[in-house]
């Protein structure tokens, strides 16, 4: 009998730590999509890639030109004697190395715009997730990448993304 008590009482403290469990909510986030479709990630990613597609127009012609000055020193090679030709093949070098480094510096700046840009929106959605789970009772929210299978009805990616565009509009990247 005394088994059978201590057997009861187990069960039950299982049970009941059991339901306690079962009553968190857990939810999920499509992050990628808050960052990318909010007002505020939507007009970095324009401004980004405006700047980009600038950049490369710029560094076509430039590249036009280091070509043109190429095949003009070849057609001048014989005419030209050997110190004038080093001369200004190094010249050209010279050029073509500044052009690589500004093309590398320009797309390095880029990346850590963008960087940028996505490290001030995720400080800005940290307090925003925060306010939500505490409003809302959530004990954990997951990012929809790893989430295998899962109710559309726990997704709050739509709800934070409103939240989001309320608070901050756009971002200044400059």
Same mark, same amino acid.
């Given at each position: 009998?005394?088994?059978? #008590?201590?057997?009861?009482?187990?069960?039950?403290?299982? $049970?009941?730590?059991?339901?306690?469990?079962?009553?968190?909510?857990?939810? /999920?986030?499509?992050? !990628?999509?808050?960052?990318?479709? +909010?007002?505020? =990630?939507? =007009?970095?990613?324009? /401004?980004? !890639?405006?700047?980009?597609?600038?950049?490369?127009?710029?560094?076509?012609? $430039?590249?036009?030109?280091?070509? +043109?000055?190429?095949?003009?020193?070849?057609?001048?090679?014989? +005419?030209?004697?050997?110190? &004038? /030709?080093?001369?200004?093949? &190094?010249?050209?070098?010279?050029? #073509?190395?500044?052009?690589?480094? *500004?093309?590398?510096?320009? @797309? *390095?700046? $880029?990346?850590?715009?963008?960087? *940028?840009?996505?490290?001030?929106?995720?400080?800005?959605? &940290?307090? @925003?997730?925060?306010? /939500? #789970? &505490?409003?809302?009772?959530?004990?954990?929210?997951? *990012?929809?990448?790893? #989430?295998?299978? =899962?109710?559309?009805?726990?997704? @709050?990616?739509?709800?934070?993304?409103?939240?989001?565009? !309320?608070? $901050?509009? +756009?971002?200044?990247?400059?």
């Amino acid at each position: 009998m005394k088994y059978l #008590v201590k057997l009861f009482v187990v069960t039950f403290f299982i $049970i009941s730590c059991t339901n306690l469990h079962a009553e968190e909510k857990i939810t /999920y986030i499509d992050l !990628k999509y808050v960052l990318n479709f +909010s007002k505020a =990630g939507k =007009g970095a990613q324009e /401004y980004l !890639k405006k700047t980009f597609n600038d950049n490369q127009k710029k560094f076509m012609e $430039i590249e036009k030109k280091l070509k +043109s000055e190429e095949e003009k020193l070849i057609s001048q090679k014989t +005419s030209l004697s050997k110190e &004038d /030709y080093k001369k200004k093949s &190094d010249e050209l070098r010279k050029k #073509v190395n500044e052009y690589q480094s *500004d093309r590398r510096a320009s @797309i *390095d700046d $880029i990346a850590k715009k963008r960087a *940028d840009a996505k490290n001030q929106l995720i400080a800005i959605l &940290d307090p @925003i997730l925060k306010s /939500y #789970v &505490d409003e809302n009772g959530i004990s954990l929210i997951l *990012d929809k990448k790893i #989430v295998i299978a =899962g109710k559309t009805n726990i997704d @709050i990616t739509s709800i934070i993304v409103e939240k989001l565009n !309320k608070k $901050i509009p +756009s971002l200044n990247i400059k």
